[in-house]
């Protein structure tokens, strides 16, 4: 079965760029929720989907946006980058139910110049 | 809301000692608890979860925690630890909505030959 896949794994951006990042969850999981991770704030939750619907919502700016597609793939994009952006921006898949287990993605690791 | 704290940002051990990582957390609802292990450049993987029943839980690779609800703790245990255990341990907590972690500030766990 494969895992959780995110792409791209490394990509480069400069200021005032955009950027969008592309999870591919475990086939049959139906939530995929997003984590930003940074040495400073460590790791922070952005946003969980399921069935196309935004579920909730962690405390970032409007930049951050997020979307579920009908085959479950996610997509989350960054808008306007700005140097703090730089992390690594994780990707987790879940069964139905608030006692699934969370299958992380390697993660796209995006460094903003 | 929920927090996690873990006390020790950096461990070292020596190969074949035994380990604790400490967690406590802080939640006015029932928690889920969980232990995720991330290696260099990797996602999370899960080692152990508590969502109910026996307060000792197994989990892979011969670590165990004990869920102790009036110290609100959750700490990672192992009896003997191996240079492959060297990696950063998360603790993480999630209540009944969604699929939301709120995770501590984790723990390097470096084993010393």
């Avoid at chain 1, 619907?53 to 979307?67: A, D, E, H, L, W």
């Avoid at chain 2, 950096?10 to 074949?16: D, G, I, K, R, W």
């Avoid at chain 2, 152990?48 to 670590?63: A, E, Q, R, W």
Wanted: net charge positive.
């Amino acid at each position: 079965k494969a895992g959780v896949t995110q792409t791209p794994r490394y990509l480069i951006k400069t200021r005032g760029q955009q950027v969008t990042l592309s999870c591919s969850p475990i086939s049959g999981h139906r939530s995929v929720s997003w984590y930003q991770q940074t040495p400073g704030q460590g790791l922070q939750f952005l946003f969980e989907y399921f069935s196309e619907t935004q579920r909730n919502k962690g405390n970032f700016p409007g930049r951050f946006s997020g979307r579920q597609f009908s085959n479950s793939r996610s997509e989350m994009n960054v808008s306007t980058l700005e140097l703090g952006d730089s992390a690594l921006y994780l990707c987790a898949s879940s069964l139905l139910g608030t006692t699934g287990e969370l299958f992380f993605g390697e993660g796209s690791r995006l460094t903003v110049l | 809301a929920q927090s996690v704290t873990q006390l020790d940002s950096q461990v070292p051990v020596f190969e074949e000692a035994p380990v604790e990582l400490r967690c406590n957390y802080s939640s006015s609802v029932s928690v889920y608890l969980f232990w995720y292990v991330q290696y260099p450049n990797q996602g999370l993987q899960l080692l152990l979860k508590y969502l109910s029943g026996s307060t000792l839980v197994k989990g892979i690779n011969g670590f165990e925690a004990e869920f102790n609800k009036s110290q609100t703790s959750f700490h990672l245990r192992k009896p003997s630890v191996h240079i492959s255990d060297t990696a950063e341990y998360f603790c993480a907590v999630r209540g009944n909505a969604g699929n939301m972690l709120t995770f501590g500030g984790g723990t390097r766990l470096m084993v010393k030959p």
